[in-house]
C-alpha cells in the first residue's frame, strides 16, 4: 500500500472513530436533549491527515461531476450523530475502478449508458428535526450548509462496503464545487493547504486527473 492510499485511510479511521467517540456522548444527548424540549447545535473539529489530490485520486473508486438534487438528513445508526445523504445526478464519469450501473431520475430521458444516472453521497453532518426540536451536527472542515442544492459538484468518491451509497475520500476533501468554468476545493483544510487549486480552470483540473 501506498502513503498516499495510507493517508486516505487514516483519515476515514480517524472520521469513524471520532463519530463513535462523541458519537455516544453526541448522539444520546441530541435525542435525551431534544425529548426534554431543548435544540441541539453541536460542532465538531476533526484532526485529519493532509492529502494531496493525488492521494485522492488513488483512492477513489469513482471521480464523478454532478449536480445535487436532493440532500436529507438522518440520525445514524444507534442514533450516534448526524449524516446527509446528497442525491447527485451523474453527468460525467471521470474515472472508475468499477461500473456504475445507472439510474435514470424520474422524469428524466436517458442519454445512454452512464450518461444520466443519479448517486447518493453520504457526508458527516446535517440538521433535522428530534422529538419536535431542531438538532444540528457541523463538522467544521465541510459544513454541510456550504453544499447547495442545484449547484454543481466534483466528487471523488469511495464505494460503501455494504450499501449502494458511496463517501468522500479523504474524508471531507473529496468534493469540489464548479462555477464558472472554475473549480474550488470546499473542504477548507484542503484548500488551505493547496491554494493551488483554488479556483483553478476546470479542463485545468481535469488534465491533472489523467
Do not use: W
Request: proline share 5%; net charge positive; aromatic share 4%.
Amino acid at each position: 500500500m501506498n502513503k498516499g492510499c495510507q493517508r486516505v485511510i487514516t483519515a476515514l479511521f480517524v472520521l469513524v472513530v471520532l463519530g463513535a467517540r462523541t458519537g455516544s456522548a453526541a448522539a444520546q444527548s441530541i435525542v435525551e436533549t431534544t425529548a426534554q424540549g431543548k435544540p441541539v447545535d453541536l460542532a465538531i473539529q476533526l484532526e485529519l491527515p493532509d492529502v494531496s489530490l493525488a492521494d485522492l485520486i488513488t483512492a477513489a473508486d469513482l471521480v464523478v461531476q454532478g449536480t445535487v438534487r436532493d440532500m436529507k438528513s438522518s440520525l445514524t445508526t444507534g442514533g450516534t450523530s448526524i449524516n446527509t445523504d446528497l442525491t447527485v445526478e451523474v453527468h460525467r464519469i471521470l474515472r472508475a475502478k468499477q461500473a456504475l450501473t445507472p439510474q435514470p431520475r424520474a422524469g428524466a430521458a436517458q442519454r445512454g449508458p452512464g450518461q444520466l444516472a443519479e448517486i447518493v453521497v453520504r457526508v458527516p453532518g446535517g440538521e433535522l428535526d428530534v422529538n419536535g426540536q431542531r438538532a444540528r451536527v457541523i463538522y467544521s472542515d465541510l459544513p454541510v450548509s456550504d453544499i447547495k442544492r442545484g449547484a454543481a459538484y466534483l466528487f471523488f468518491l469511495v464505494a460503501s462496503p455494504k450499501g449502494s451509497e458511496k463517501f468522500l475520500a479523504g474524508t471531507t476533501a473529496g468534493i469540489f464545487h464548479i462555477g464558472d468554468g472554475r473549480v474550488r476545493p470546499l473542504a477548507n483544510q484542503f484548500r488551505q493547504s493547496h491554494r493551488e487549486l483554488v479556483d483553478i480552470p476546470l479542463a485545468d483540473f481535469e488534465a491533472r486527473l489523467r
